[in-house]
């Protein structure tokens, strides 16, 4: 959404008519290397005027509530680009996540009966669009973000809030209807294709996925093993499955994965298209979930209320190192105090002008061009040779330009001396 280069921002239609010129997005700010536009401001626009909706905001009341919220658009927008961009330079990957995270949208959508045919990825990119306006690359651009972001958020704030352990199994105690879940299990896959293939090929196959399993279980990375030999679409990520319930999966799959614990591998599955090999991640159990697997979601919620004034002090330090110039008209309302971000247009810049004063006072410094020598030639002006005393300890005195040119010495007499190039 955001990251686009400046030149896009306008195009100049070229009919011979310097006047000719259509604006197709207008840049309201630069982020460093990014840029907001104003598209992406009305796009956070419609999204606060759409959750106000979805809050059940009524009109009356909604034109002064998405006044003040949209009144922080152009700051939430900066603070988003600005935590992406640390998270970068903190080498962060959020890839597996993103997988994850859309794979339970896909999943709810297609339970939900909201899109039925969802479980066809095509089907859920189509829908997907339709929901949001937006491609599905777009929308799992957004994903990326706004996990990359939590992650920043996690690693520089909320890792050096302290919160007691005592405050965290006593909120357990007290809301353990917020953590009863359903049964879900989590896993990765690797594929080897048998599409297309002879029976001879089909029994290599067979062999090369038990060849995996033995690696695989003897302690090889799965995920690294997905990676290089997977046939699957998942390969890309690590062969990252979406989380599933009871139902979800193929009987003979299910009646494998949902009773082995953490870490199993399973053996080869002949499948229509190959063999499946899985990898149990974690598993959910149906019922009460246990203190130890919600602890840090709870020392989450109870660390939030401390965390937002570290988060602004967090991103104020990064306003404060950053290439930042705003557009007249917009506001950031998280601005760092005392940072210079109005526009720099080029086309308006002015050049440099002095002062007469400041002339005269580096008048001792200027050396006039018509008495500079000119190397190579016969009408380099001589310095007067001056006839001094030196006094003891006083270093020489220069000498006059009589002393040959660099090179001359070795120059035979009588040769003629170099002359300049030529002038074009």
Known sequence: ?????????????????????RVVEEIVA?????????????????????????????????????????????????????LVQHGKDLNINVDSEVTKRIGQIQIETANAGRCPDCTDPDKFHEWI???????????????????????????EVMSRINVPSGDVQKYYEEHKAEFVREEQIFLREILISTEGKTPDQVA?????????????????????????YSDAETKDNFGELPPYKRGQLKKEIEDIVFK???????????????????????????????????ENDIREKISMPRMQPKVRELLTKLREDAFLQIKTGYVDSGAA????????????LKPQTTTKE???????????????????????????????KQKPGEKPAETSSTTPPSGSADRPAGSPAPQPPPQQ
């Open 358 to 388: 400041e002339v005269a006072s580096h008048k001792h410094r200027k050396r006039l061009l018509w008495v500079m020598p000119i190397p190579g030639t016969s009408n380099a002006p001589k310095k007067t040779e001056t006839a001094q």
């Open 204 to 228: 290599q196959a067979e062999k090369r996925a038990k060849d995996i399993v033995v690696r695989a279980r003897k302690g090889e990375r799965f995920g690294e093993l997905a990676k290089q």
């Open 337 to 348: 105090p005392g940072k210079d971000t109005s526009w720099k247009d080029p086309a308006q």
């Open 1 to 21: 959404m955001h990251f686009r280069f400046c030149a896009a921002a306008c195009v100049f239609v070229s009919m011979g008519l310097a006047s000719d010129v």
């Open 260 to 294: 082995a614990k953490k870490g199993y591998v399973t053996d080869p599955v002949r499948m229509a298209n190959g063999f499946e090999i899985l990898r149990v991640e974690d598993r959910y159990e149906a019922g009460q979930a246990p203190f130890e697997e919600v």
């Open 30 to 82: 630069k982020v460093n290397s990014d840029i907001i536009t104003k598209g992406d401001i009305e796009d956070t626009r419609r999204q606060i005027e759409t959750e106000l909706k979805g809050q059940g905001v009524d009109n009356k009341s909604l034109d002064k509530a998405l006044k003040e919220r949209s009144a922080d658009a152009l700051r939430d927008q900066i603070d988003q680009l600005l």
């Open 129 to 155: 669009h339709e929901q949001t306006g937006k491609t599905f690359e777009d929308f799992k651009q957004q994903i990326k973000n706004q996990i990359l972001t939590q992650r920043v958020i996690g690693q």
